[in-house]
Structures are given as structure tokens and as C-alpha cells.
């Protein structure tokens, strides 16, 4: 057994106790609801309810190669759990831009930089869609955002405010292979009630394909989830 695999299992463990008690009957009331209407439902506990999670967010911002004084988009930045971390990669003369839609999640994140004095972080309560940015992007980060990576007009927004060659990250849940049912089952639990449509989450990078060169993309937690990196095309 692989240290990689090993680790997948202890990041999963405690995900499986959270949600192993939802039916199938739960899953298909969720899978329709609005997910802007979940995040307001759930946005107080979602650090909590996700916790199993951060070890793979975290991975995702390490990824990152960002240098000090960069500009770092996080796009749908939810409730700012990835902020810290890419605050301290690009330092106090970087930026670090959080856009996020939904109104409760984006509250949260705008407590945490005001409690913790994070002047290099601004929030923009806007959709991907339709956020500006004052000048070109160094670099992105989609931590968990399936419905933006999934809309070309969120992603023409991005990239267009992007530098050429600028890096980019995604990452978040996926299917895993077809023979694992139960964990196909325990992956829909997680993430049907924040998102739109599953449309796609067998390979959630497929759009980015066409504006990143050279996507790497590595399946994680028994493939589970993924992690994808590249640079902007010009």
C-alpha cells in the first residue's frame, strides 16, 4: 500500500462516518435543490461538515506555484478556506481576490479577513460570470467550484483576466470508478446539494482542457477527487 493511498484513507475515514447514514431517498430529494439556497442553509457548519476536506484544499493551494507579490484569484472562494493559505504564499505585497456568489458563504469569509487583519485579501460578492478584476491575475485557484468549471461563460470571465502563462489550479470531488457503488453513493451525498448539476463529474477538468496548456491532472482519495494544474494558453 502506497503512502498516497494510506492518506486517502485517513482523510476519508471520518468523511464516510459524517455521511454514511444518508439514503438513496435523501440523495435524489437533495440533488435538486439550488445550491445558492444550500450554502445559505448550511453556511455556519460548512467548515465543520467539511472538515475531512481541508487536508485536500490545502493540497490544492500548496500546488499553486505562486511567488511572493503575485495576484491569486480564488474563484468561488466560499467561506474563504483557502484564503489564509494563499495569503501567505504571495506575502504582504501580493494580492489575494476572493469571488463568491453566495451571499452567507462570502459573509463569513469577509468576518475572517476583518478578525485576522488580512489587508492583501478582497472580496467580491459577484458570480464568475460577471466579476472584474482592476488588472490581470498571476494565477487561479477552483477549489470545489464543479458549476463554474462546468460553465464556458464563467471560464471565458477567468481566463480573460488572467495573464498569458498565468498558473491555474482546480481541484474537488469527482466519480470514482464505476465498479466502487458505494462510494459513488457517498460522493453524491457530499456534493449533490452544492451543485447545480453532476453534469460532468466524471472528468470535472473537461473545459479546461480548452484553456489551460499541458493540464496535469492527478486522481486523488480513491479516486474520489482530483487535482488538476497548467498554465493559462496566451
Same mark, same amino acid.
Not at 431517498?25 to 445559505?40: D, E, G, I, V
Not at 458570480?127 to 458549476?147: K, T, Y
Not at 457517498?186 to 457530499?190: K, R
Given at each position: 500500500m502506497t503512502e498516497a493511498f494510506r492518506r486517502s484513507?485517513?482523510?476519508?475515514?471520518?468523511? #464516510? +462516518?459524517?455521511?454514511?447514514?444518508?439514503?438513496?431517498?435523501?440523495?435524489?430529494?437533495?440533488?435538486?435543490?439550488?445550491?445558492?439556497?444550500?450554502? *445559505?442553509?448550511?453556511a455556519a457548519g460548512y467548515a465543520h461538515d467539511t472538515r475531512a476536506f481541508q487536508y485536500w484544499r490545502d493540497e490544492l493551494v500548496r500546488a499553486l506555484p505562486v511567488q511572493p507579490g503575485d495576484t491569486v484569484v480564488d474563484v468561488g472562494c466560499? +467561506?474563504?478556506?483557502?484564503?489564509?493559505?494563499?495569503?501567505?504564499?504571495?506575502?504582504?505585497?501580493?494580492?489575494?481576490?476572493?469571488?463568491?456568489?453566495? &451571499?452567507?458563504?462570502?459573509?463569513?469569509?469577509?468576518? *475572517? *479577513?476583518e478578525r485576522n487583519g488580512w489587508r492583501e485579501v478582497r472580496l467580491l460578492?459577484?458570480?464568475?460570470?460577471?466579476? +472584474? #478584476?482592476?488588472?490581470? &491575475?498571476?494565477?487561479? #485557484?477552483?477549489? *470545489?467550484?464543479?458549476?463554474?468549471?462546468?460553465?464556458?461563460?464563467?471560464?471565458?470571465?477567468?481566463?480573460?483576466?488572467?495573464?498569458?502563462? &498565468?498558473?491555474?489550479?482546480?481541484?474537488?470531488?469527482?466519480w470514482p470508478p464505476p465498479w466502487n457503488g458505494p462510494l459513488t453513493a457517498?460522493?453524491?451525498? #457530499?456534493h449533490a446539494p452544492y451543485v447545480q448539476s453532476m453534469v460532468g463529474f466524471d472528468r470535472p477538468w473537461q473545459l479546461l482542457e480548452n484553456y489551460v496548456d499541458d493540464l496535469t491532472v492527478t486522481e486523488v482519495a480513491c479516486g474520489a477527487g482530483y487535482r488538476a494544474i497548467g498554465r493559462a494558453r496566451a
Open positions: 484513507g485517513r482523510v476519508l475515514l471520518p468523511w #464516510l +462516518s459524517d455521511v454514511v447514514g444518508v439514503t438513496v431517498s435523501n440523495m435524489a430529494t437533495t440533488s435538486t435543490r439550488a445550491p445558492l439556497a444550500a450554502y *445559505a442553509r448550511r466560499g +467561506s474563504g478556506l483557502c484564503l489564509a493559505g494563499l495569503r501567505a504564499k504571495v506575502g504582504p505585497s501580493g494580492h489575494v481576490i476572493g469571488v463568491e456568489e453566495a &451571499a452567507a458563504m462570502i459573509a463569513l469569509a469577509r468576518a *475572517a *479577513a460578492a459577484e458570480s464568475a460570470e460577471r466579476f +472584474s #478584476l482592476p488588472e490581470p &491575475a498571476d494565477a487561479a #485557484l477552483f477549489c *470545489a467550484v464543479h458549476d463554474v468549471l462546468m460553465s464556458p461563460a464563467a471560464l471565458d470571465n477567468v481566463f480573460g483576466q488572467l495573464r498569458p502563462g &498565468a498558473w491555474v489550479v482546480a481541484g474537488g470531488g469527482k457517498l460522493v453524491a451525498a #457530499l
